[in-house]
């Protein structure tokens, strides 16, 4: 398994940025397929941003992020970012990290249970 811990979560106003980080330990970062999933409150956990490991260059987005956000991994670091632009209120959440082994080439997983790692999760808030 791969140890994750999430930063760089807070209060925005809408419009405004954000960069969340997620360390990853404890395996070769490289050959996990990686997501940013979120949870509002009285929500369902939904996806928002996967990219493919092993090699892979496929990322996916929700229809909901699409254009704002940009999911993108540092190999040397070990770490995956997301930065989040143009924040709306309807941002607000929780937002985690997971990953887990790629088992097929450029495929992104965005499904919550084709995660077996998480981190703890980093709040978002967005004010209109």
């Known amino acids: 398994q791969v140890q994750l811990v999430e930063s760089g979560g807070g209060l925005v106003q809408a419009g405004g940025s954000l960069r969340l980080s997620c360390a990853a330990s404890g395996r070769t970062f490289t050959s996990y397929n990686m997501a940013w999933f979120r949870q509002a409150p009285g929500k369902e956990r939904e996806f928002v941003a996967g990219?493919?490991?092993?090699?892979?260059?496929?990322?996916y987005y929700a229809d909901s992020v699409k254009g704002r956000f940009t999911i993108s991994g540092d190999n040397a670091k070990n770490t995956v970012y997301l930065q989040m632009n143009s924040l709306k209120p309807e941002d607000t959440a929780v937002y985690y990290c997971?990953?887990?082994?790629?088992?097929?080439?450029?495929?992104?997983?965005?499904?919550?249970?084709?995660?077996?790692?998480w981190g703890q999760g980093t709040q978002v808030t967005v004010s209109s």
């Open positions: 997971a990953a887990d082994p790629s088992r097929y080439f450029n495929y992104v997983p965005r499904r919550s249970t084709e995660f077996g790692s």
């Open positions: 990219i493919s490991g092993s090699g892979g260059t496929t990322i």
